[in-house]
């Protein structure tokens, strides 16, 4: 397991909270269903905070607020897939965006499973179903470092990015 190095803080100036919001808009993400299922239950969040750590082993990143509900459910399991968005998943993806029942949320998809036994999102744009190795908390969110362990690449022509507080629908230029 790799060490963790917390950097020294002096007496940081403490912006305000919108204005981070505000500046973190301005970063377009791809948007993902996070998903588990295990011995405390199935779950599942959207999650715009996803990036790659590593390919040696294949390895990603997911930041999870821990005041979720969906919370003790991952941590408990251990395992989660990181299905990608394509275009025409924005109802989804508000589904999984809180509130909404866990039933209700998984009602709107078509799920099957691969190594882990995480719903994985049969037209998703590709999943990584993962186990996780390490997690970190940092401030409100857990980073959960996740090797995937089996992986799906969908036949989807357009993305769906998330910039600006609003979803937009990417296409590839022809090759
Ligand atoms: N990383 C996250 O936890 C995260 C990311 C995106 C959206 N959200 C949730 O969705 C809601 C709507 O988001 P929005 O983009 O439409 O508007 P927003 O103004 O609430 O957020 C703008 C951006 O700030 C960042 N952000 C928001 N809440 C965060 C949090 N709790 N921790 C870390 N970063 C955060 C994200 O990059 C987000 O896209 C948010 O209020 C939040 O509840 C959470
Ligand atoms: C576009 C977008 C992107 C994100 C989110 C929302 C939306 C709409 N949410 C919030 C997260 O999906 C929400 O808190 C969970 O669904 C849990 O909600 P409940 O506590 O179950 O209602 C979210 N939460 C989180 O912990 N990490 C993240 O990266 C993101 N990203």
Redesign the pocket.
């Known amino acids: 397991m790799a060490s963790n190095h917390v950097m020294p803080s002096g007496a940081p100036p403490v912006l305000p909270k919108a204005d981070y919001?505000n500046a973190?808009?301005r970063?377009g993400a791809a948007v993902n269903i996070i998903t588990t299922d295990g011995p405390a239950g199935r779950a599942g969040f959207t999650a715009?905070?996803v990036c790659s750590v590593t390919d040696e082993p294949p390895m990603l990143l997911v930041?999870l607020?821990r005041s979720a509900s969906v919370y003790p459910a991952f941590t408990a399991n251990g395992v989660l897939c990181v299905n990608v968005l394509a275009a025409g998943h924005q109802a989804l993806s508000g589904l999984f965006?809180g509130k909404t029942p866990m039933d209700e949320r998984f009602a709107a998809g078509r799920w099957s499973r691969k190594a882990t036994g995480s719903p994985v999102l049969e037209d998703a744009a590709a999943s990584f179903d993962c186990r996780v190795v390490q997690a970190t908390s940092a401030g409100?969110?857990d980073v959960l470092f996740c090797e995937a362990l089996a992986i799906a690449i969908g036949g989807a022509a357009q993305s769906l990015i998330?910039f600006d507080?609003r979803y937009h629908e990417i296409a590839a230029p022809p090759h």
């Open positions: 919001r973190m808009a970063l715009s905070a930041c607020n965006g409100t969110h998330y507080r």
